[in-house]
């Protein structure tokens, strides 16, 4: 049995480069593990219609939503490591999801492998356009004046959006109540109706609402300002001394798949990622390209998962709340 499975294990090792020649020939699955129509989304579709044309084969995007990305990335984890299933990864269920789901049934660092990080968008603190506040220093005054009574919606426990929305609630000193949706979509129309005080959007998905006035941006979570909006200023510069939230998006496929295809999928993303109008539509929609190698792309989980597992720890946060 032993020599059997060395001969398997040799033949599959002779048998990648002859696959990735050919690959890809038939359609290939990307699952994203959040709602149509946010960011996660967007750049699935913005990169699967590339690949379409570059090789002639259909991306197919699956949105199978549920516990904070985890049940897409289980499937993929579980999925052929052939490179015909895919996953259109956020930094919330890479890095953050290990420190809140003790019982998660994949480890994102050995039933996954990096392939690049696509792109990452700095999240908006916003607020409805009607409500009595012009910047960061009043809003936190309005929630003294009010403690317990006021709402930050996130796209859903230890995204982006929630840790930014625990890091503003610790560091201002103010009580205000979580209330996690299914992606951010889910959110804006309860944000711009007032029936939430706040959130913490992704910039690409509420920019266009900023921009219609019907919500008001009051600061950008990245360390530095956004060239969306380069007049909004950063939370670091509103007096919160390393305030650094955004959220990344990146491609990863199964543990096992042949380095060729990787090698051949990375490749392909760094090319479309530098085409100047694979840029522009990026920029559009508030992100900023990555375009890492896999190496580069693995040093990053290494080094953010510790980062956030403290303040996941210092918050308290649980999955279930």
């Given at each position: 049995?032993?020599?059997?499975?060395?001969?398997?294990?040799?033949?599959?090792?002779?048998?990648?480069?002859?696959?990735?020649?050919?690959?890809?020939?038939?359609?290939?699955?990307?699952?994203?593990?959040?709602?149509?129509?946010?960011?996660?989304?967007?750049?699935?579709?913005?990169?699967?219609?590339?690949?379409?044309e570059?090789?002639?084969?259909?991306?197919?995007?699956?949105?199978?939503?549920?516990?904070?990305?985890?049940?897409?990335?289980?499937?993929?984890a579980?999925?052929a490591?052939?490179?015909?299933?895919?996953?259109?990864?956020?930094?919330?269920?890479?890095?953050?999801?290990?420190?809140?789901?003790?019982?998660?049934?994949?480890?994102?660092?050995?039933?996954?492998?990096?392939?690049?990080q696509?792109?990452?968008?700095?999240?908006?603190?916003?607020?409805?356009?009607?409500?009595?506040?012009?910047?960061?220093?009043?809003?936190?005054?309005?929630?003294?004046?009010?403690?317990?009574?006021?709402?930050?919606?996130?796209?859903?426990?230890?995204?982006?959006?929630?840790?930014?929305?625990?890091?503003?609630?610790?560091?201002?000193?103010?009580?205000?109540?979580?209330?996690?949706?299914?992606g951010?979509?889910?959110?804006?129309?309860?944000?711009?109706?007032?029936?939430?005080?706040?959130?913490?959007?992704?910039?690409?998905?509420?920019?266009?609402?900023?921009?219609?006035?019907?919500?008001?941006?009051?600061?950008v979570?990245?360390?530095?300002?956004s060239?969306?909006?380069?007049?909004?200023?950063?939370?670091?510069?509103?007096?919160?001394?390393?305030?650094?939230?955004?959220?990344?998006?990146?491609?990863?496929?199964?543990?096992g798949?042949?380095?060729?295809?990787?090698?051949?999928?990375?490749?392909?993303?760094?090319?479309?990622?530098?085409?100047?109008?694979?840029?522009?539509?990026?920029d559009?929609?508030?992100?900023?390209?990555?375009?890492?190698?896999?190496?580069?792309?693995?040093?990053?989980?290494?080094?953010?998962?510790?980062?956030?597992?403290?303040?996941?720890?210092?918050?308290?946060?649980?999955?279930?709340?």
């Amino acid at each position: 049995m032993k020599r059997l499975r060395s001969g398997l294990a040799i033949l599959l090792l002779m048998m990648a480069p002859a696959a990735a020649q050919t690959y890809p020939d038939r359609p290939i699955r990307l699952l994203v593990g959040f709602a149509a129509g946010g960011p996660a989304d967007i750049s699935a579709r913005v990169l699967g219609d590339r690949f379409t044309e570059a090789w002639g084969q259909p991306i197919v995007i699956e949105n199978i939503t549920g516990a904070a990305g985890n049940i897409a990335t289980e499937r993929v984890a579980r999925a052929a490591p052939d490179g015909y299933t895919l996953l259109l990864a956020a930094s919330a269920t890479i890095v953050t999801n290990p420190s809140l789901y003790p019982k998660l049934t994949f480890d994102p660092v050995n039933d996954l492998t990096p392939i690049s990080q696509v792109c990452f968008t700095p999240n908006l603190l916003v607020v409805a356009s009607d409500l009595a506040v012009k910047n960061v220093k009043e809003l936190v005054a309005y929630a003294r004046a009010q403690p317990g009574s006021l709402t930050f919606g996130s796209a859903g426990v230890g995204t982006s959006q929630h840790l930014a929305g625990e890091l503003f609630k610790t560091m201002a000193g103010i009580d205000i109540q979580h209330v996690p949706y299914r992606g951010i979509a889910a959110v804006l129309p309860d944000l711009v109706g007032g029936r939430l005080t706040m959130a913490f959007g992704n910039i690409s998905a509420v920019l266009p609402l900023v921009r219609a006035g019907k919500l008001r941006a009051l600061a950008v979570t990245s360390a530095r300002r956004s060239a969306s909006m380069p007049d909004l200023p950063t939370m670091i510069e509103e007096g919160f001394a390393g305030f650094d939230s955004t959220a990344w998006f990146a491609l990863m496929a199964p543990a096992g798949t042949p380095a060729p295809v990787i090698a051949k999928l990375h490749a392909e993303t760094a090319r479309l990622l530098a085409l100047p109008d694979v840029r522009k539509r990026f920029d559009e929609l508030g992100m900023e390209v990555i375009g890492n190698t896999p190496a580069e792309f693995a040093a990053a989980i290494r080094l953010e998962t510790p980062q956030w597992a403290k303040v996941i720890k210092e918050a308290g946060i649980k999955p279930g709340e």
